[in-house]
């Protein structure tokens, strides 16, 4: 008699555990927890396009390279994010082309020292971008006004100077970059009409 007992409990406490586990794994599929990390397998780009032709921007502002420095940017940026996208320069036969213009580059003071002088200078460089599909003849992406700003600093002491301006210019050829890569890959305004 006491081992009845004992079996009937433990099969009553099989029951609830199963139902329990039931109703998690109910709780679980229902409430998209299986969908919650997805690994991103492919780019926001139209599936066509494996080949992206990045050929030099050109340069209206008149300032020396900083054409190849964003050129270069954008080039390092959608190898290093592209996901499985190919580069190239030429635009014979990529599936994509970016094409690109520095439209200006300016700068002034924003911060003056005790003496009146600039010290902190604002960098503004104006850029136009635009995607074209080569296989399907349409623009995929542009913006005429890709409008890019960064800070640099002089130190007071003259013995000590080093022109900030350079290491200004390349970190916001980097920083457009990413900008531009990260529109085009995650499919942020790339025009994907039929």
């Not at 890709?146 to 920083?175: K, L």
């Amino acid at each position: 008699m006491m081992k009845t007992v004992v079996t009937k409990m433990r099969e009553g406490l099989a029951v609830k555990v199963c139902r329990v586990a039931a109703l998690a794994a109910v709780v679980v599929c229902a409430s998209g927890f299986r969908e919650c990390y997805k690994p991103v397998k492919r780019s926001g780009m139209p599936a066509h396009i494996k080949t992206i032709a990045v050929p030099a921007f050109q340069n209206q502002a008149l300032r020396y390279r900083i054409e190849t420095r964003f050129t270069d940017a954008v080039m390092n940026e959608v190898i290093r994010r592209g996901k499985g996208l190919r580069v190239q320069s030429a635009p014979e036969g990529a599936d994509a082309v970016v094409d690109g213009v520095i439209k200006s580059f300016g700068f002034g003071g924003v911060l003056l020292d005790t003496r009146g002088r600039a010290r902190i200078f604002e960098v503004t460089i104006t850029a136009a971008v635009t995607v074209r599909d080569r296989v399907r003849n349409r623009v995929l992406y542009d913006n005429q006004n890709f409008v890019f700003r960064g800070e640099f600093e002089f130190t007071d002491d003259p013995r000590t100077f080093f022109n900030e301006e350079d290491p200004a210019v390349e970190r916001m050829s980097r920083t457009f970059a990413e900008s531009l890569v990260s529109t085009l890959v995650n499919g942020f305004g790339v025009n994907d009409d039929k």
